[in-house]
């Protein structure tokens, strides 16, 4: 039996502006897509029988196969939501991705900039604002920053660097229109670019741009530093990043990407493998080349294996990098005798006692009083406070989720794009050795080996 099972996808011819699937249905054509920085087709459509706005884009194969195989598979199921993924067919003989429109939503470039960005400016919006992305994000509620950090985390881990602010809606409040409820992340057809040469030099920081895509377009294009400007924020994603369960991302993501590409035709997804493939591999000293004259389904799986090795390196080594930072946070005088059961609670490695946080937490809080530290010491004792703070009042806010959770993606109209089951075992405790086996540790700001061994001793369980 083939590994990878053909599907009926999605398959739409025109008649006039509308949509027509094969057994006669109609998508009624409501608007074309304003703003887009490609000039490729793009519309919104609605199903005559559900009565649901999707936006159909056609696009090069390869994008089109990069875009609809993201997956929030491997997301916590309160904030799902936090992206949007899409699914894949064909328009007239042409690649396209669907995906559901999230409704009364603004682009997040709208309430910043308070205008679209003009993707084709020399210097990036992004740069150009950073401040204005600094105040916005310092504005938003706990709920929308957690939105936010979670739909980061999806992107990093699901190789997508373009991360300027048209990539974001947001939902806002019906009663107060300056407050921002919740934000989604939208369009991954950027997915994967350059992974081969990220692999190749380790660039795999969750917190910095890769080399490679830093330096292609704008100048200013470290998009996910503007948007980690907010400590709160940016702790909360080094948590997620700490805590994730690298096997399970690796895993969505393989079953994704063979549900998506099965609903292809084999011409269109063998041309949409190799377009992806060259996105892959540019810049890369040693390109992955697939064997030409082998049939299709064995080309597929030779990708499939190269590609899991790509995602769990990456994986494995921003869970590395977050680990590190959180540990740097931990480097206060008062923490000498209790920074490793701080680190557990942070990055979930084992349960620590309640009371022995409180117990640390109320020491903190003295230390943020204390007339006898430095300014930046205080400073540090207050970014570990909100940490820890911010930590346990999501716990117990997750406590009372599961009813909303339902509601949530009710609302929105959007389901997980994957249904997969896998086993909520213990999490797979990666450490530096771990990642060291795997050849993740060999860029310049990774620790020496001594350091290792000093970090692991601290840290390890």
């Given amino acids: 039996m083939p590994f990878i099972d053909q599907k009926d996808g999605y398959r739409f011819s025109t008649n006039s502006q509308d949509l027509i699937t094969p057994e006669g249905k109609k998508w009624l054509f409501v608007k074309k897509l304003e703003g887009r920085g490609q000039s490729a087709f793009a519309a919104f459509y609605r199903d005559e029988d559900n009565h649901q706005t999707y936006l159909v884009k056609c696009d090069a194969p390869g994008v089109c196969l990069a875009e609809a195989t993201a997956t929030r598979g491997f997301l916590p199921e309160a904030y799902k939501t936090s992206i949007n993924c899409a699914d894949i067919g064909v328009l007239n003989g042409q690649t396209m991705t669907i995906q559901p429109l999230v409704e009364n939503a603004t682009p997040l470039d709208k309430i910043v900039y308070n205008k679209k960005r003009n993707p084709r400016a020399v210097i990036s919006y992004e740069l150009r604002y950073k401040q204005q992305i600094k105040d916005f994000l310092e504005s938003l509620t706990l709920e929308a920053k957690m939105d936010l950090a979670h739909s980061l985390y999806a992107s990093t881990a699901l190789g997508d660097e373009s991360l300027h602010l048209g990539q974001f809606l947001a939902l806002m409040d019906t009663k107060d229109q300056t407050k921002v409820n919740h934000i989604v992340r939208i369009d991954f057809g950027a997915r994967e670019r350059y992974a081969l040469a990220r692999s190749e030099q380790s ?14 377009g704008q100048f200013g294009k470290d998009y996910i530093s503007f948007l980690l400007a907010d400590s709160c924020l940016k702790q909360q994603f080094l948590i997620l990043w700490a805590q994730s369960n690298v096997e399970k991302i690796v895993a969505t993501q393989i079953e994704t990407f063979k549900d998506k590409l099965s609903k292809l035709p084999e011409e269109q997804s063998n041309l949409a493998l190799e377009q992806l493939l ?4 540019k810049k890369a000293n040693l390109p992955y080349i697939l064997p030409k004259n082998r049939p299709y389904l064995e080309k597929v799986h030779l990708f ?40 557990n609670f942070l990055t979930k490695i084992t349960n620590v006692d309640p009371d ?8 903190i809080r003295n230390a943020t009083h204390s007339e006898n530290i430095s300014y930046s010491e205080k400073e540090r004792y207050h970014l570990l406070l909100e940490t820890i703070e911010t930590r346990l009042l999501l716990q117990k806010n997750q406590q009372h989720n599961d009813s909303s959770t339902a509601e949530m993606l009710q609302q929105f109209g959007r389901k997980s794009s994957l249904t997969i089951d896998i086993p909520d075992e213990i999490e797979q405790k990666i450490s530096i050795t771990s990642a060291a086996e795997t050849g993740s540790l060999t860029t310049s700001e990774e620790l020496s080996s001594e350091d290792e061994s000093e970090y692991v001793s601290r840290f390890s369980c």
């Fill in 203 to 216: 660039d795999f920081s969750p917190i910095k741009t890769s080399k490679h895509y830093k330096k292609s």
């Fill in 304 to 343: 499939l294996d190269m590609y899991k090795s790509i995602i769990r390196d990456r994986c494995i080594s921003m869970k590395q990098h977050a680990r590190q930072e959180l540990s740097k946070l931990l480097e206060l005088p008062l923490l000498r005798d209790n920074d490793k059961v701080l680190y």
């Fill in 356 to 363: 022995q946080i409180e117990k640390l937490l109320t020491e």
């Fill in 278 to 281: 060259q996105d892959m591999n």
